[in-house]
């Protein structure tokens, strides 16, 4: 499990792969614990034949093959942060090179004892002495981190302080949905309908893995209508949206970006998309059986809701474990 300084501050290397939902969740832990952190991306730059065949290795084995492919870490690294398959598998190898405690968040699928912590959702069904279950996906949305952002963009994004604002944040093709025209097609008639109906304005969001024609689509069937794009240029508004909007509507395939729309007071609706996944279902349900999210439409209710966040559970169990 590596050696662990107690009562110290840390340094974190976090290891993953470079997606930005990855990321959020790995910066989102270290700035609520009071670290320093260094991301170091990897990637899978190899077959899948070789992917699928490292699987079946024992570890020791698996760390030969990556023995001069691992990242090089700060010589004042206190800790390892890792996230996700691969990323575990890598945090992993670098915490036994490196002799560091790791934590890991989501599921690993592998070597679970060899873990100091893992902080997994509720939907990955696993359990164990050193596994924390936690309802949402780890974040930095905090109560002060939106009032900060709402004085950074309010001006920039509702001068004239309109309501209801509704903020859309968009995802895209995963390994479990595909965002196509018929889906394009379907959410801009709800945004239209919803404006309409509210005498609301609108801010769509793009993210990495928005496709280019899913907003011509948008844009072209929302003319005319009090709407504005974000799509990759200039500075990116996406937490000004989570904290000047009064209404968010999320597609389904990013559990990231509902967790984090679920930390604020928004009223929250989910799009869904073509495909699915079974865990991201169960999180889907969770977050209806709670009241906190609905099904975007033009007659989701409206008002302040109570946010949801399980960040602080996370902290306070690892400050528990590690003696901070």
Known sequence: MGRMRKN???KAALIGEDFVGMQAQ???????LGWEGRFYPVYRNFSRLTMQALRLMPFWLVKIFFKKRL???DKETDIVLSIGGFGGWIGLMLADKYDL???QIQNPRRNFKKYALILSGDHDEISGQNILSLPMALHGITGAVLKQEFLNW????????KTPFLGVLLGGNN?????DRECAERLSQEIRAFLTKKSAYAIIVASRRTPEFILRILEEHLQNLPVTFWKGEGENPYKGVLACCDVLCVTEDSVSMLSEAAATKAALGIFSLKGHSKKLEKF???LFSTGRAQAFTSDMKLGEFQPLD?????????QKRFLL
Do not use: C, M, T, Y
Request: proline fraction near 5%.
């Open 8 to 10: 110290k501050i840390r």
């Open 26 to 32: 790995l910066f989102g832990l270290v700035e609520r």
């Open 71 to 73: 990242p090089v870490l």
């Open 101 to 103: 405690p790791i934590i």
């Open 154 to 161: 309010q001006n920039k994004l509702n001068q004239e302080r």
């Open 175 to 179: 390994g479990r949905h595909i965002f």
């Open 284 to 286: 889907h349900k969770f």
């Open 310 to 318: 399980s960040g602080d559970k996370a902290v306070a169990e690892i």
